[in-house]
């Protein structure tokens, strides 16, 4: 999940994407939820709720505002989102190697 623009930051309103992959089925994450202001502060609440690490970066989450919900990420995008997930897998073997549960939990 990646947010960006955070009200104090900018005074724009927050904005926030949601991706998913799975890999036997999508050749690319997915964009399964995608909005701005109160929409951007519950798909980053549920997240939060769910364990699912959130990662911010403004430019990345327009980017993915723009695509229409559950089609893959354009080829233009995949460094992009190679660096987020990058980042969650790190965050998943820090919590590994200190004896934690999974952050993902499943997703």
């Known amino acids: 999940m990646t947010a960006g623009n955070a009200p104090?930051?900018?005074?724009?309103?927050?904005?926030a994407?949601?991706?998913?992959?799975?890999?036997s089925r999508d050749n690319a994450p997915r964009v399964v939820a995608s909005g701005r202001g109160v929409v951007?502060?519950?798909i980053i609440r549920r997240a939060r709720e769910a364990g699912i690490p959130v990662h911010?970066?403004?430019?990345?989450?327009e980017a993915l505002c723009r695509l229409?919900?559950?089609?893959e990420?354009?080829?233009e995008l995949y460094l992009a989102v190679a660096q987020v997930l990058a980042f969650i897998f790190r965050l998943?073997?820090?919590a590994k190697a200190s004896g934690?549960?999974?952050l993902l939990r499943g997703y």
């Open 40 to 42: 951007a502060e519950n």
């Open 56 to 61: 911010e970066d403004a430019e990345l989450v």
């Open 8 to 15: 104090e930051e900018s005074g724009r309103r927050r904005a």
């Open 73 to 75: 990420i354009p080829p």
């Open 100 to 102: 934690e549960n999974s």
């Open 92 to 94: 998943e073997a820090g």
């Open 17 to 23: 994407a949601a991706l998913r992959y799975d890999e």
């Open 68 to 71: 229409r919900l559950d089609t």
